[in-house]
């Protein structure tokens, strides 16, 4: 398995901005942000492949950009507009399969979990 290390998060006001890091340790053929708010199960946020296609789930598209360094050894994601409903913890994940077209795209297709990094936006 690959170790995932992240870093940023924190708190902001409605209508701010954060940007998380994930370190990798090894080679992925994807990686992904996930989120987990209280009482709700972990959804993908935004993935990349090693080709730099990206994925991201409905609710952040336009708010949100997923971004990696050439080796994707490094990934980021700006956030952009936060709302309170984007609080919860964001996990950095990471998987070396393609999954039939099916990378990252949830949890169920991945194979490294960072240790999670809280988000709170306060209204």
């Known amino acids: 398995q690959v170790q995932l290390v992240e870093s940023g998060g924190g708190s902001v006001q409605a209508g701010g901005s954060l940007r998380l890091s994930c370190a990798a340790s090894g080679d992925t053929y994807c990686m992904g942000w996930f989120r987990q708010a209280p009482g709700k199960e972990r959804e993908m946020i935004a993935a990349i492949n090693r080709y730099a296609i990206t994925r991201y789930a409905d609710s952040v598209k336009g708010r949100f950009t997923i971004s990696k360094d050439d080796a994707m050894k490094t990934l980021w994601m700006q956030m952009n507009s936060l709302k309170p409903g984007d609080t919860a913890v964001y996990y950095c994940?990471?998987?070396?399969?393609?999954?039939?077209?099916?990378?990252?795209?949830?949890?169920?297709?991945?194979?490294?979990w960072g240790q999670g990094t809280q988000v709170t936006v306060s209204s």
């Open positions: 994940a990471a998987s070396p399969h393609t999954y039939s077209g099916n990378w990252c795209s949830s949890p169920r297709f991945i194979n490294s």
